[in-house]
């Protein structure tokens, strides 16, 4: 070997070091080689080298700027057996044109970190960490790169089987088990351009598949499928699988944004991917993926958070980023609902006056009260631009300008079913926030086009809870368990406090083109809201995606309803909303409306038309939402009811105190099937409200309202046709009499037809209150029974 040229041969000098380091810990002493050893080692056309590695550390620490991070109970072995060695070979050659071929196989390995902990916070720990595999490749490594003879160039490709990759915490664990990958790389240059180092990965393809996501409650368990005690199958949330086709460009150099540290730019193009989450033997697919993403100044350090706290810093200068996929299909026939892309920009942005940056501080220690292992990330955001466009049968709606920020603590740890320090805990995956201040907001909507006017219309998806505004402090936690209404699936069990809420019923645009304004509309205003969840599942479905609650119940207190704006616009009083449900649900289906006769009846076109209705022919893809609302009797302090409260006296600073003013009370409000039709003595309660929501993007029959010029200066007759035209000045044109060509040029719209219907709804008393009277039942009972509403709304721009 020819020492005078280092930088040519650095690398391979890097690999015996590190078979050399290898060997020595794992005899942990030097001694003599006998003869079974030497065997293992044969040289022909190379060398081969066989070696059962145990390699075990009590701490491993990377120091930056004087802080540190310590990896404790760190091991390399066996992942069948804790006292075992895995099993290597590698096969070392050097190929004609002075490449150097390393071929190498890994049988049974577990490289694990049992505990993870920052130096400057003693006693507390982020869990522990571990990867099982076997893998089997190659690399080939040749002199030059992509800047020249001074840098290397590597193909590379590999099988992995038998992986799990875990996260335990307090002895509970949660891990993907079952992995299998398959990765070919070629081209992949490696430079040194001044301070730089440059990774270049032309192409990387591969596939992989996680036959389950499982979960442990047993500390006995450590890396296994089934359970120490019974022997049967850990439970599964399901597993995932897919394939993928990227290039990527990435720069690396010293520096943190505090002194030592590293800093990470990269650009990554996916050229095709694909994700699928399997739920026993039903699949929910997101197909034809494509996009990019680019990361500038992401930086790591070992560096303190803003309040202090000893961390593992991952800061962000900016990310731009969009991804489209092709198709989603659910259900049986797998059926596709059609195509989402978003486009997306987070860097440094103010809301309200409040500055916000991109940054995750690790640190350790989740919930206080569930044990002494988890991490804590006290996460700051700062979306500052996305838009979300759903395209169905070629007709898109964009969800445009959508912003978020937010700043707080995200915890996570791995629980199981108990109660600690008054704390109630579940089985699973539990995802905590702690003083998390947080809000978003949509711009509003485009349709057909990102240079489409823009409109409103987000208000159509409060049905699901959607806001099209909406800032809050957080604190509560999502607990997501292993296992679904049966087999795999999820569980969810929550406990949300969302305190200073203000959200939009209507809003209006945040920035109409001149720079962003105060939003004006109808607003949920210093609102507290209590929300439990007990027991849904979710599941992968023959028909589709479908959550069931077992239980649910909430307080939401709206201190002013306010119109204009949302802190100082004028109040409609207090509103407060108590919720109880039994066994509700909630399934999503592809396919949205189909054919519906819009402004009429009938079930064919030519009753449709003759009735004055529209037909229109909504197509295959779209989306279906099935609500399903079971109102339960009251128990307790878990109760349906509605109150609104006015005329509430003034505090010394003007603001309303609670409970100073006249209000009306609807108590104990409850859904019912008519009867007792099982048998048990009670009202049987299985029907509900029942609300089905079909979303299209259609086209819509808009006509003048009046006379003359609209807003935008085009001039019209009352009754006349709004017709798209891209020749004409707005857009668009009015025609009196639209011929057959101009119908099919009708504005497009995000189309909602929806259904709601209910066998039988009761209130239980409705009382009147006054602040020194107290409460008079004004009305003892009220019952409506057999309710059918339907409605057909389409939001398109209107001038």
């Known amino acids: 070997m020819r020492i005078d040229k280092g930088r040519d041969y650095i690398l391979v000098i890097h690999f015996g070091l590190l078979f050399l380091g290898l060997a020595s810990a794992a005899s942990a002493g030097m001694k003599s080689l006998d003869d079974s050893e030497l065997a293992s080692v044969s040289g022909q056309s190379g060398i081969t080298l066989e ?16 802080k540190g991070i310590h990896l404790e109970g760190f091991r390399v072995g066996s992942a069948s057996d804790p006292n075992g060695s895995a099993h290597h070979v590698v ?86 088990d079952g992995i299998t990958m398959d990765v070919e790389a070629l081209g992949i240059t490696l430079d040194v351009v001044g301070d730089t180092l440059k990774l270049g990965a032309p192409r990387i393809v591969g596939n992989w598949k996680v036959e389950a996501i499982r979960y442990s409650g047993n500390a006995l368990n450590h890396g296994v499928s089934t359970d120490a005690g019974s022997g049967a199958l850990l439970p ?46 039903n ?63 987070f860097q440094d942005h103010s809301y309200n006056g409040n500055s916000y940056t991109n940054a995750i501080y690790l640190q350790g220690g989740g919930h206080a009260e569930a044990g002494p292992q988890g991490m804590r990330l006290a996460t700051e955001w700062s979306l500052a631009n996305a838009d979300i466009s759903y395209t169905e049968d070629g007709n898109r709606v964009i969800f445009s300008g959508l912003q978020s920020w937010g700043r707080g603590d995200v915890v996570l740890n791995v629980t199981r079913e108990e109660v600690r320090g008054g704390t109630q805990f579940f089985d699973g995956l539990r995802i905590g926030f702690e003083n998390v201040t947080a809000g978003y907001r949509i711009n509003g909507l485009k349709v057909g086009s990102d240079d489409a006017q823009l409109q409103g219309g987000t208000e159509l998806l409060l049905a699901l809870g959607f806001y099209p505004s909406y800032e809050f402090e957080l604190d509560g936690h999502i607990t997501l368990g292993a296992g679904g209404a049966s ?148 128990d307790g302090n878990k109760k349906n009811a509605f109150s609104w409260e006015a005329n509430r006296e003034l505090d010394s600073n003007g603001n309303p105190v609670n409970g100073t003013g006249a209000s009306v009370l609807l108590n104990d409000i409850y859904t019912s099937d008519g009867g007792d039709f099982d048998g048990d003595g009670v009202d049987d309660n299985t029907f509900g409200i029942r609300t089905d929501l079909a979303v299209d993007v259609y086209q819509t029959k808009v006509v003048k309202k009046q006379d003359g010029p609209d807003l935008l200066g085009v001039v019209g007759a009352k009754g006349d046709e709004k017709i798209m035209d891209a020749s004409a000045a707005q857009g668009y044109r009015y025609v009196s009499n639209p ?36 409460a008079q039942t004004a009305v003892y009972g009220v019952m409506m029974q057999n309710f059918d509403i339907r409605a057909n709304l389409t939001a398109t721009p209107i001038p």
């Open 283 to 345: 699949v929910l697919a997101l197909r034809n993926i494509t996009g990019y993403l680019n990361v500038q100044d992401l930086r790591l350090d070992v560096a303190t958070d803003w309040n202090n706290r000893p961390a593992l810093a991952l800061t962000l200068g900016a990310m731009a980023g969009e991804f489209n996929v092709g198709t989603i299909e659910m259900g049986a026939n797998n059926k596709s609902i059609g195509e989402v892309n978003a486009n997306f920009l």
């Open 91 to 176: 096969k070392v050659d050097i190929g004609a044109d002075a490449s150097l071929n390393l071929g190498y196989l890994v049988e049974d390995r577990r490289i694990e970190f049992g505990d993870i902990r920052l130096a400057g916070a003693p006693g507390l720990s982020m869990g522990g960490v571990f990867l099982d595999h076997s893998l089997e490749g190659y690399v080939n490594i040749k002199q030059g790169g992509a800047t020249g003879g001074a840098g290397y160039t590597f193909d590379t490709a590999y099988t992995m089987t038998g992986g799990r990759l875990g996260y335990r915490t307090n002895g509970n664990e949660f891990f993907l």
């Open 487 to 634: 087999g795999e699936g999820i569980t969810v069990n929550s406990d949300i406090r969302i305190r200073n809420g203000k959200a939009a019923i209507i809003a209006d645009a945040y920035d109409k083109g001149r720079g962003e304004i105060s939003q004006k509309g109808l607003w949920i205003s210093e609102l507290e809201y209590d929300a439990h969840v007990r027991g849904m599942t979710i599941d992968a479905t023959a028909d589709g995606l479908e959550m069931v609650t077992a239980e649910s119940w909430g307080t939401m207190d709206i201190g002013n309803l306010r119109v204009g704006d949302k802190s100082a616009g004028g109040s409609l009083g207090r509103f407060v909303v108590q919720s109880y449900e039994l066994g509700s649900s909630m399934a999503i289906l592809p396919g949205g409306a189909g054919d519906v006769c819009a402004g009429g009846a009938g079930t064919a076109q030519m009753v449709c038309e003759a009735s004055g209705g529209i037909w229109e022919t909504r197509g295959e893809e779209g989306v279906t939402v099935r609500l399903k609302q079971i109102l339960a009797r009251a």
């Open 51 to 66: 070696m059962d590695l145990g390699v075990t550390a009590d701490k491993v620490t990377y120091y930056d700027d004087g």
């Open 236 to 281: 599964s949330y399901g597993g995932i699988s897919g394939e993928f086709d990227l290039s990527s460009n990435s720069d690396i150099r010293a520096g943190g944004r505090e002194g030592e540290g590293l800093r990470f730019d990269s650009q990554t193009t996916i050229h095709s991917a694909s994700f699928l989450y399997h739920d026993d033997a």
């Open 739 to 774: 011929t057959q060509g101009d119908l099919a040029n009708r504005p497009l719209g995000f189309a909602v037809k929806a259904q709601s219907q209910f066998k039988e709804l009761s209130i239980n008393n409705i009382d009147l209150i006054h602040p020194t009277g107290g």
